[in-house]
């Protein structure tokens, strides 16, 4: 371990208070214990890494004397950032949630672990209460949840899916923000009918409008302190319906040919006007931006896939849009840019100085492209060599494991070569050796 990280930890470790007590803590000891692990965090500026053994003993240091098995899932939530993070204390907190599982705590525990991308896990513990046990004003954030679960996984679902049509909120805005938007996706990946997918999108963009309606009017009539929460209620729900008019807000997504996205510049200087310049090859889509932490640091892992599909028909591209500035990650910080020609300019430096070994390229949409159905980045989707999307909602840092599954299978479709598998590329090097 480097001496350094470990008199820094040390320093932190020695000023953060414990609580040495079997009862679970406080909503006050709970920001304080998070705000210790967020002093070190800062501390070490761009060089952080969250496989710091500084950080993890910063963690540690904080959960000590709390016992997992005396707390409640809010309490696990509200301490999530500490003991999520800590390869010492994950598994035990882990352990704890599934056990949470087992009580009427179930649809808490469940949808966390569907947050961690336990998906089996969570499956395991909904199952058996079905639809039926969850309350109405719940069921947004399982749809929400259940995005992340696989064809195979929903498919047996459908019915049941469908029927959650005349469980949805009317008029209501904020019950409409978590999850419901979603709803049409969802059921287009557990490959309900077309027909019946549009008629249920009808209603839920009715309802929705009627909900703006509503809180349009409240805007009006309200008193003063309670217009301005109207008003972005109503604004919300307007951007919510630009999304259910787009191709992934309609369920139409997948399978479907890839949006349209125009080109304005590359890195490659390719005339790449839009995605038919690259049809007849996977093209992996990375959406991202340079003020982005978590898309710059999984640009190893795309890195990572680049080089393993070196001579492949495969196409790694990221996808952003002007943002007005390029922050650089080393002394220059954020620079600001005089016009969209010294933006290019600049991220064609920002490219070389990263070692991003893919093409990225600026599109007229906005990076947070609602065809895509984009809520935040990293993002990434997975266009077919037929020029359909055949996956979306993936993230860059995924296990490689799984992105060489997807890729080589819509290859082996094509009837395009591909790469051995990853399993099967490191039995054969370890033969080798």
């Known amino acids: ?60 240091a904080q959960l ?8 409640d899932m809010e309490t696990i939530g509200a301490m999530q950032m500490l003991w999520a993070y800590s390869p010492n204390a994950k598994p035990l907190w882990m352990a704890r949630i599934e056990e949470a599982g087992a009580g009427p705590e179930w649809l808490d525990a469940s949808l966390m672990l569907a947050s961690m991308g336990e998906n089996d896990k969570a499956l395991a513990i909904a199952t058996p209460h079905g639809f039926g046990e969850v309350p109405d004003d719940r069921l947004g954030e399982v749809i929400q ?80 302190p309670l217009v301005e929460g109207h008003q972005r209620a109503a604004s919300r729900m307007e951007g919510t319906l630009a999304f259910l008019s787009g191709p992934a807000g ?13 080109f304005l510049w590359n890195s490659e200087g390719a005339d790449w006007k839009d995605f038919g310049a690259l049809e007849g090859k996977v093209v992996v889509l990375d959406f991202w931006a340079t003020w982005c932490g978590p898309c710059v640091g999984s640009f190893p892992q795309v890195r990572e896939l680049v080089e393993y599909y070196d001579g492949y028909d495969v196409v790694v591209l990221g996808l952003t849009s002007e943002q007005g500035s390029v922050i650089f990650r080393d002394d220059r910080g954020k620079v600001d840019a005089e016009d969209f020609a010294g ?91």
């Open 145 to 224: 949840a259940m995005g992340s679960l696989s064809e195979e996984q929903l498919i047996p679902m459908q019915g049941e899916l469908v029927l959650l049509v005349d469980r949805m909120p009317d008029g209501d805005a904020s019950m409409f923000m978590t999850g419901w938007p979603s709803y049409p996706e969802l059921l287009g990946k557990a490959m309900v009918e077309a027909d019946r997918r549009r008629v249920i999108h009808a209603r839920l963009v009715e309802a929705m409008k009627r909900g703006m309606a509503k809180s349009e009017e409240l805007a009006k009539t309200a008193p003063e």
């Open 343 to 433: 933006e290019c300019a600049m991220m064609a430096d920002y490219a070389k100085a990263m070692d991003v070994t893919w093409p990225v390229a600026f599109t007229k949409q906005d990076v947070f492209n609602t065809d895509f159905g984009i809520k935040g980045i990293p993002h990434v989707a997975i266009i077919a060599p037929d020029g359909k999307v055949a996956y979306n909602n993936l993230h860059p840092a995924d296990p490689l494991a799984d992105k060489v599954e997807k890729i080589n299978g819509l290859l082996e479709k094509a009837g395009l070569k591909h790469p051995p598998s990853v399993k099967e590329k490191a039995a054969t090097e370890k033969s080798a050796t």
């Open 1 to 60: 371990m480097n001496p350094t990280i470990t008199m820094t930890a040390a320093a932190f470790v020695l000023a953060c208070p414990s609580f040495s007590h079997a009862a679970p803590p406080t909503e006050a000891e709970i920001k304080e214990k998070t705000a210790a692990a967020m002093t070190y965090y800062r501390a070490q500026g761009r060089d952080f890494s969250l496989d710091d053994p500084g950080f993890h003993a910063v963690l540690d």
């Open 250 to 262: 309609r369920g139409e997504l997948i399978g479907y040919p890839a949006p349209k996205v125009d």
């Open 64 to 71: 000590m004397g709390v016992d997992p098995g005396e707390c």
